[in-house]
């Protein structure tokens, strides 16, 4: 079996569990959550066999790089840091409601590389030639997918706020039933971001060093530089206001979708729509 077969049982399995995740908040069994999430597990694992299995695939080929290193293989790893970092915070608080808003995003990742984007395994260029390429993926993405957990549970409580504004108890046995209270919500958006935001600054520090090594320079303010600099100051906003101006709640929840968006611009929108010294991931 091949790495892109491994790929599409991932897909299949994530919209699997995305789909019992759902089923899971309409029938509010908890046996039902706990299916989404160990079919989470599964994806997770087939995934992760498709990656190494990829790697290898690519010394057989005389290339012998790690499969980070064009836009299909970054769709893919991103897919698989977001289910690591949603199943961290499942095992550990066990909240599974937030499986729905968070696995549709490694689903749809997924879905696009497998449907839309070139699969092949090519040579590295030049600039890619080096082991700080692991280095700063592996950091950055980690620090996305944590962003991308923070941005699906802010999506949770602007919806739950709204729901207790506008109906009080009533909607106590409904679909939105399941969610866990704002405060806990809030918390959580918190904790992810904790998590997130070191690990960009350190993919930032990566970068930097390997653009010195790459190009002989640590910045340049190529626009992948600068919309990394943008998203940093924007989660470093959120922790500032949060730590010395009580910054919680909707303000905090707002800001968290508004750094996610910021991230996939500086993801994708940068390596699509404009030109740079990036221009290879596309």
């Given at each position: 079996?091949?790495?892109?077969?491994?790929?599409?049982?991932?897909?299949?399995?994530?919209?699997?569990?995305?789909?019992?995740?759902?089923?899971?908040?309409?029938?509010?069994?908890?046996?039902?959550?706990?299916?989404?999430?160990?079919?989470?597990?599964?994806?997770?694992?087939?995934?992760?066999?498709?990656?190494?299995?990829?790697?290898?695939?690519?010394?057989?080929?005389?290339?012998?790089?790690?499969?980070?290193?064009?836009l299909f293989e970054s769709v893919v790893f991103?897919?698989?840091?977001?289910?690591?970092?949603?199943?961290?915070?499942?095992?550990?608080?066990?909240?599974?409601?937030?499986?729905?808003?968070?696995?549709?995003?490694?689903?749809?990742?997924?879905?696009?590389?497998?449907?839309?984007?070139?699969?092949?395994?090519?040579?590295?260029?030049?600039?890619?030639?080096?082991?700080?390429?692991?280095?700063?993926?592996i950091t950055c993405f980690l620090g996305y997918?944590?962003?991308?957990?923070?941005?699906?549970?802010?999506?949770?409580?602007?919806?739950?706020?709204?729901?207790?504004?506008?109906?009080?108890?009533?909607q106590a046995g409904g679909l939105l039933s399941?969610?866990?209270?704002?405060?806990?919500?809030?918390?959580?958006?918190?904790?992810?971001?904790?998590?997130?935001?070191?690990?960009?600054?350190?993919?930032?520090?990566?970068?930097?060093?390997?653009?010195?090594?790459?190009?002989?320079?640590?910045?340049?303010?190529?626009?992948?530089?600068?919309?990394?600099?943008?998203?940093?100051?924007?989660?470093?906003?959120?922790?500032?206001?949060?730590?010395?101006?009580?910054?919680?709640?909707?303000?905090?929840?707002?800001?968290?979708?508004?750094?996610?968006?910021?991230?996939?611009?500086?993801?994708?929108?940068?390596?699509?729509?404009?030109?740079?010294?990036?221009?290879?991931?596309?």
């Amino acid at each position: 079996m091949s790495s892109s077969s491994l790929f599409n049982v991932t897909m299949i399995v994530y919209m699997v569990s995305t789909c019992i995740f759902f089923a899971f908040l309409a029938s509010r069994n908890k046996t039902v959550g706990a299916l989404g999430t160990y079919a989470a597990l599964f994806g997770f694992a087939v995934q992760t066999a498709a990656i190494g299995m990829r790697w290898k695939e690519s010394y057989d080929m005389g290339h012998g790089h790690a499969p980070l290193s064009n836009l299909f293989e970054s769709v893919v790893f991103f897919s698989w840091t977001i289910v690591m970092i949603f199943l961290l915070i499942d095992f550990k608080y066990k909240y599974r409601a937030i499986g729905f808003f968070v696995m549709p995003f490694a689903l749809f990742g997924m879905a696009w590389a497998q449907l839309s984007l070139d699969s092949n395994i090519e040579p590295l260029v030049p600039a890619l030639q080096s082991n700080w390429l692991v280095y700063h993926v592996i950091t950055c993405f980690l620090g996305y997918a944590a962003f991308a957990v923070a941005c699906g549970i802010s999506i949770m409580y602007l919806i739950r706020e709204r729901m207790e504004q506008g109906g009080g108890n009533a909607q106590a046995g409904g679909l939105l039933s399941m969610f866990p209270s704002i405060k806990i919500l809030d918390d959580l958006n918190y904790k992810a971001i904790m998590i997130g935001f070191p690990l960009l600054t350190l993919g930032i520090v990566t970068g930097a060093a390997w653009a010195n090594y790459a190009w002989g320079t640590y910045w340049s303010w190529d626009p992948k530089e600068t919309w990394s600099l943008i998203v940093w100051f924007v989660y470093a906003a959120f922790l500032h206001a949060r730590i010395t101006r009580g910054w919680v709640g909707r303000r905090a929840a707002i800001l968290s979708v508004i750094g996610f968006a910021a991230t996939i611009f500086c993801y994708l929108g940068v390596n699509l729509f404009l030109s740079g010294l990036h221009s290879y991931g596309k």
